[in-house]
């Protein structure tokens, strides 16, 4: 946040900082976490649309990262592995996605007691 601070300060024309598209992903990722964090102390149970406003927070300052730490030549490789990795599991998740629908078709799910049971549909 203090880079991104500085780069607003640096730019001669204040407002050319937001020219770039590439600068709206930091200032949206510290919204979306000041609203998660505002929403959170609001609310006296933590909601499931808080915990996804966290985990989103947390993917996009991890992009973030990364858009940063490809500058150096010795951080390159592991740039290049994270996206190898990120696109590989994308992948996976896709076919996990097909397989938990098809097993949600065929009637197969899992109880309470975290034991899978069949359950025939007529």
Avoid at 14 to 19: I, L, Q, W
Avoid at 58 to 83: C, D, E, W, Y
């Amino acid at each position: 946040m203090f880079y991104e601070f500085s780069q607003f300060y640096q730019s001669e024309p204040r407002m050319s900082y937001f020219y770039q598209t590439s600068n709206y992903l930091p200032i949206f990722c510290i919204v979306l976490y000041m609203s998660a964090s505002v929403n959170d102390i609001l609310i006296e149970r933590p909601s499931d649309l808080i915990k996804i406003l966290y985990v989103l927070s947390t993917l996009m300052s991890l992009a973030n990262v990364l858009l940063l730490v490809r500058v150096f030549k010795q951080l390159s490789f592991i740039v290049i592995m994270m996206r190898m990795v990120v696109s590989d599991l994308l992948f996976f998740m896709i076919l996990f996605f097909f397989f938990v629908t098809n097993a949600y078709v065929c009637g197969v799910l899992p109880n309470h007691a975290s034991r899978w049971i069949i359950v025939w549909k007529d």
